[in-house]
C-alpha cells in the first residue's frame, strides 16, 4: 500500500488492485469498488457522469446513529422503543406502523405494541394540558344577560294590594311517627378471616326507643349463637 499527498495504490503480488484519492473536506481517503483493471468508457456522458458521481459521494457525509438495549422480554422492548419516540399515545404509535412510517425501526411491529406496551405515565403527563372548551362559542346569551340584570334591578319590587284580614290566622301540625319497641338488626356475611377469638360474623342491631347501636360478634349463625350474644 502506497500513500502520496493526495493519491492511495493498493498493490497484491505486483498488481494494482485499488485505487483512490484523498478528499480535502473530509481528510478521508476515498477508494472506489470498481476494478481498476478495467479500462474507462470512451464515451463523454459516462465520464462526466462517473466524475460527478465520485465528486458527490466524496462531498457527501453519512450520518448514523446506533443503540444497543439489551431486552429480556417483549414488553421491555415494547417499551424502550416507545420512549425512544418520546412516548405517543398508543393509538398514534399504532397508526403509524400500520401507514408503515416507522418500518426502518427494527423490532417495530403492530402486534408488539397492540400487545405488549403498558400504559405510560408519561404519555399521560404530556396530554394533561388541554385547550379548554366553550371558549369560542357560537351560542349567544344575550337573553341570559338581560334576565340577569332584570333580576337585579327588581330588588325593591312594588307593593301590592293584599286582601287578607290581620286577625286571620293559619295553623298547621307537625306530625311524627313513633317506633316504639322496635329494633332493627343485621347480620353480615361471614369474614374471609377468622378472628384470634375464633369469631366470624358481626351482629349489628339499633334499638330505637333509646337510640342505641349494639354491635356484637359471633362465631356463627345458628339460633343457639343468636340467643347467647
Known sequence: MTFTKIDCTVKYRGRIVLTGRKCLKTGLWMVPVSDPT?????????????????????????????????????????????QVLCSPPKTTLLKAIRNNQLSSIPGLTYELIANHLPPSTATEKGHMIRTRQGLRSTRSNKQGILDA????????????SCTAIDNEMFCFAALADQNENTIYSDLCGRFPVRSFSGMNYIFVAYIYTINAIIIRP????????????
Open 149 to 160: 340584570r332584570q333580576i337585579v334591578d327588581d330588588m325593591q319590587p312594588l307593593q301590592q
Open 38 to 82: 478495467v479500462p474507462p468508457s470512451n464515451n463523454p456522458t459516462n465520464q462526466s457522469y462517473a466524475v460527478s458521481n465520485e465528486l458527490e459521494s466524496a462531498s457527501m457525509t453519512q450520518e448514523m446513529m446506533a443503540n444497543a438495549y439489551p431486552t429480556s422480554s417483549p414488553t421491555e422492548l415494547a417499551m424502550y422503543l416507545h
Open 218 to 229: 359471633m362465631k356463627s349463625r345458628s339460633d343457639l349463637c343468636m340467643v347467647t350474644t
